[in-house]
């Protein structure tokens, strides 16, 4: 009887201290919508606002002109090569540090989470150093007419070093969770390394690798700090979208750095959607590997 008492009471207990009056939940969620409406809502709506002050005609030829055009293909080229790589390491990454025991684990997962404490003005820096003119390969790059700095090679690179970790951080969780049973399953009934791979352990991280590939290709497209290091901002050649909204703008330009940067916020809001879709209809797969 004692014990029937006392686990109602401490129910009642557990509601009292996780239970909120509505006044404040009111006020958290007013303060909650506020802070998104200022910082997030409001900002955008102003870029197409902006866009648009000059009219659809002027929008639709700041968008269509050519170094604009020049800019967005180099934008997609960019994002179509570093995305494929990154989906590579990363898959290969995960799949190593959650199925198998080695030496420099941790290290290894140190350095896939180093991106994301290193500014990436200082890693285009280091491209520069590495491979520019004066850098430390530049005497043998020159010596074979290989140039890295000032082209799209470089702007790839710099790309690939910032958007590496997204995929990887990804499908190591998920794949943890996950276990090695099904794997060791298969290859006890005969299956091959690469068989299981395909057969069993992609399947399982499909949604998660999706959910990570859209992370990285928006954060490829909208990269600014790495790409203009080691850019060179040649117009037309070397110019991202990115890049192409601040010269526009610095050339008092407005209209057509906000058209250029609409573009920008629509690809963002895409991601968006698409990433809020796969949360709700694969939320319970991608739980695992959600860290964003």
């Known amino acids: 009887m004692a014990g029937g008492t006392t686990q109602p009471a401490a129910a009642a207990q557990v509601r009292r201290a996780t239970t909120e009056t509505a006044l404040v939940r009111w006020i ?9 409406a200022l910082v997030l809502v409001l900002p955008l709506i102003s870029v197409f606002i902006e866009a648009l002050r000059g009219g659809f005609a002027t929008f639709f030829q700041s968008v269509t002109s050519k170094d604009t055009w020049q800019a967005v293909r180099l934008t997609l080229l960019v994002a179509g090569i570093a995305v494929p790589l990154n989906v590579m390491f990363g898959l290969a990454a995960a799949w190593a540090i ?11 997962i140190t350095l896939i989470d180093l991106p994301f404490s290193v500014s990436p003005v200082i890693s285009g820096l280091i491209y520069v ?3 520019g003119a004066n850098g430390w390969f530049g005497p043998f790059l020159k010596e074979f007419d290989i140039k890295i700095i ?3 090679t ?3 690179l710099a790309t690939i070093f910032v958007t590496f970790p997204f995929v990887a951080r990804e499908l190591i969780p998920l794949m943890q969770e996950q276990g090695r049973d099904e794997e060791e399953a298969a290859i006890s009934l005969g299956a091959s390394g690469l068989r299981t791979f395909w057969h069993v352990t992609l399947p399982n991280v499909a949604w998660g690798l999706l959910y990570g590939v859209l992370l990285c290709n928006a954060r490829a497209m909208g990269e600014f700090g790495a ?3 080691v850019s060179g901002h040649i117009r037309g050649l070397t110019n991202t979208m990115p890049l192409h909204v601040e010269i526009l703008y610095n ?3 407005f209209i057509g750095a906000f058209a250029v940067a609409s573009l920008l916020a629509g690809l963002a809001i895409v991601t968006l959607v ?14 695992g590997g959600r860290k964003h």
Not at 28 to 36: A, D, P, Q, S
Not at 99 to 107: A, Q, V
């Open 28 to 36: 958290l969620i007013v303060t909650g919508v506020l802070f998104i």
């Open 98 to 108: 959650a199925k198998f025991d080695f030496k420099g684990k941790s290290l290894l």
């Open 129 to 131: 150093l590495l491979y």
């Open 150 to 152: 000032f082209n799209v």
């Open 154 to 156: 470089g702007l790839v």
């Open 227 to 229: 790409v203009s290091v």
């Open 251 to 253: 050339e008092y330009d």
């Open 274 to 287: 698409a990433k809020s879709l796969l949360e709700w209809r694969y939320g319970d797969r991608l739980a």
